[in-house]
């Protein structure tokens, strides 16, 4: 199969995030649901404060199923 020349653009990675990130790094698995996260929030429109930021950490370390069904929870807000 072949792929196309261009790399896959980056993640809109929200502010908050951007000094915990590392390019050469791979995520830990709270990084990578923060990410999922915020990217979640942005696709409905809600703001992250920081308050909100931190309770978007604290969710990031619950494990992926919890994490997805917040997520789909915030992609019903975003089709409204």
Excluded at 26 to 45: E, F, G, I, N
Excluded at 68 to 78: G, P
């Amino acid at each position: 199969m072949d792929y196309p020349a261009f790399p896959t653009p980056p993640l809109p990675i929200s502010a908050f995030l951007r000094p915990y990130l590392r390019v050469e790094e791979d995520m830990s698995a709270t990084q990578a649901h923060q990410v999922m996260l915020h990217c979640a929030l942005d696709a409905a429109c809600l703001p992250v404060r920081l308050n909100d930021a931190q309770a978007v950490a604290r969710i990031a370390e619950l494990d992926y199923r919890t994490v997805n069904a917040v997520i789909s929870w915030l992609r019903a807000l975003s089709d409204r």
